[in-house]
């Protein structure tokens, strides 16, 4: 698990990508398609805790004093 937490949101995607293909393509033994399940479902925590990091970081911009204030993201309805 550590492996995984050590590389970049890309590279955890690009792996990730490669499982789906491997998933998708059908020719995939059970155990085999388990075992791609799994590391697929690490790395997508990898890629969703590395996301909820950089929102934590952005919910925060200097205003023109310098001073950090709360920053909101409005959807559009």
Partial sequence: MD???NISFEEAMVQLEK?????EEGDVPLEKAITYYQ??????????????N???KMTQIMNEQGELESFEVQEEE
């Fill in 3 to 5: 492996k995984e937490n």
């Fill in 54 to 56: 950089v929102q934590e």
């Fill in 39 to 52: 590391e697929g479902m690490k790395l997508s925590k990898v890629c969703s805790d590395k996301l909820s």
């Fill in 19 to 23: 499982i789906v293909g491997k998933l």
